[in-house]
């Protein structure tokens, strides 16, 4: 049974419960579920057909997948429109709260591997991946349907897998049965469920998903998403809960560009940080648990706020620059709590 808080019923879009995110990884009937045109029915004995730029098109099985060499990799995942109702004005967009958020045990092959089979030329830019589901959108002509073009570097990194489990089962319909790729570090977008093309191209890919959704629109001008800004979360205590005087704050943080080398804890407005101790991160490509005991110095309401910093030096901010989409919201949360129980 699916344990989701659902945003929208058709097409289905739901977001992890905030309890479920407590876990070093998301069960799949608490992982969120984004989808833009609902669930294609594919064939159990589906194919997948690999061509443009390459030397060796063919067509792949699924199940001939499961003879070449598996990877098993465990990844955060994060819709890029997740905090979007934090963003003021509202932006336009799926009200993703806190919950467009996941971590997820990916089985599959890696697509180099795939890649490496048909030849990918050497003037290829990008890897085109095509999915099943389609449809009309208000602000393009014709059928539209789910594809991503990724950088050829990015389709060519042994994490990046085509992916035919999750959590060590087969994938479910609604992510992505019976093959989906799962981009480590990227925002979810890039991860296209239902896949059934792989295509090396030589220009840019310049599809729906790829100019007009999942683009930064700024005033300097548009720029695709790509990697996971770094962000933290507050897991425990939860926002509103009635503590005592000694609490151990604790939650995950994450980045796509380097590994979290540093949370922050503020326990009021203004600018005092404390540092907080980091754990080992779940994977090299998940989130990194974080914790600090803190005592309280009187009854009352405290503001909690978890600052992270990556390996780049990238820190939260405060305030995201807003884009009309309402994207990559990795702006500082806070939660409140009553100190009552002294
Ligand atoms: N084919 C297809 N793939 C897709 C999408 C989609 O609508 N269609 N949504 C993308 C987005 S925006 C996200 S955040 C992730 C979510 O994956 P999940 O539903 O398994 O959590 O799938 C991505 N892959
Ligand atoms: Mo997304």
């Given amino acids: 049974m699916s344990d989701l808080e659902v945003i929208r019923a058709d097409p289905y879009n739901a977001e992890t419960p905030e309890r479920a995110l407590s876990h070093a990884t998301t069960p ?5 579920v984004r989808t833009n045109f609902g669930v294609p029915s ?18 792949l099985a699924v199940s001939e997948l499961a003879a070449m060499p598996q990877r098993t990799i465990v990844a955060t995942m994060e819709c890029a429109g997740n905090d979007r109702l934090g963003m003021h004005p509202l932006p336009t967009g ?6 467009a958020l996941s971590t997820i045990e990916w089985s599959g092959v890696s697509l180099a591997d795939v890649l490496a089979r048909a030849g990918v030329h050497d003037n290829a830019v990008e890897i085109l991946v095509t999915a099943a589901d389609s449809g009309q959108r208000d602000d393009a002509v014709g059928e539209v349907r789910f594809a991503r073009g990724l950088p050829v570097a990015d389709a060519m990194r042994r994490e990046t897998l085509l992916a035919t489990m999750m959590n060590g089962a087969p994938l479910s319909p609604h992510h992505g049965a019976p093959v989906r790729l799962a981009v480590p570090g990227w ?7 239902w896949v059934t093309r792989i295509d090396a191209i030589t220009q840019p890919f310049t599809g729906y998903f790829q100019r007009q959704r999942y683009v930064y629109e700024l005033p300097s001008g548009v720029v695709p998403v790509d990697r996971m800004r770094v962000k933290s979360i507050v897991t425990s205590p939860s926002d509103g809960a009635r503590v005592g005087r000694n609490i151990t704050v604790r939650g995950w943080a994450w980045s796509g560009n380097g590994p979290i080398t540093r949370v922050e804890l503020a326990v009021d407005g203004g600018d005092s940080w404390q540092s907080t101790t980091l754990g080992k991160a779940v994977s090299a490509y998940a989130w990194t648990p974080w914790h600090v005991q803190i005592e309280l110095p009187r009854k009352g309401r405290f503001v909690l706020r978890s600052r992270a910093t990556d390996a780049t030096g990238a820190s939260q901010p405060d305030t995201v620059e807003w884009n009309r989409l309402g994207y990559g919201n990795n702006a500082v949360r806070h939660i409140a709590i009553d100190a009552d129980m002294l």
């Fill in 28 to 32: 799949e009937p608490n992982a969120y």
């Fill in 42 to 59: 594919l064939r159990a004995e589906h194919v997948i057909e690999i061509g443009g730029a390459v030397n060796n098109p063919f067509t």
């Fill in 94 to 99: 799926e009200p993703w709260q806190h919950g």
């Fill in 187 to 193: 925002y979810g977008m890039a991860s296209v469920k």
